[in-house]
């Protein structure tokens, strides 16, 4: 099993910028991929960023360009970056893996869930 704790959420306004960690323990070797869902109130969850293995870095074209996901392989931790912050980046904020590699996979359906961490983003 592979447990994911993310922290670093809170409360910015229009324009701010946040940094996201998660910290991933247990048999890390099986998290092949990782990155990032988010929630925003009344939608469905939705892939933001991950490593999806081999060297891919994948973006939501929503985030493109704005935020980034960098990791410290040493210490298992993923981070996301989020600058130039927008309301509509407002959610719950997802850390999660896969035990395959998702390169050339549009499709991801994580093995394991972070807890979540609230971002609010206010006009």
């Known amino acids: 099993q592979v447990q994911l704790v993310e922290s670093g959420g809170g409360s910015v306004q229009a324009g701010g910028s946040l940094r996201l960690s998660c910290v991933a323990s247990?048999?890390?070797?099986?998290?092949?991929?990782m990155g990032w869902f988010r929630q925003a109130p009344g939608k469905e969850r939705e892939g933001i960023a991950r490593?999806?293995?081999?060297?891919?870095?994948d973006y939501a074209d929503s985030v493109k360009g704005r935020f980034i996901i960098s990791e410290d392989n040493a210490k298992n931790i993923v981070y996301l970056e989020m600058n130039s912050l927008k309301p509509e980046d407002t959610g719950v904020y997802y850390c999660?893996?896969?035990?395959?590699?998702?390169?050339?996979?549009?499709?991801?359906?994580?093995?394991?869930w972070g807890q979540g961490t609230q971002v609010t983003v206010s006009s």
């Open positions: 247990g048999y890390t070797s099986m998290a092949y991929a």
């Open positions: 999660a893996a896969s035990r395959v590699c998702l390169r050339g996979n549009p499709n991801w359906h994580p093995d394991y």
């Open positions: 490593f999806a293995g081999d060297g891919v870095t």
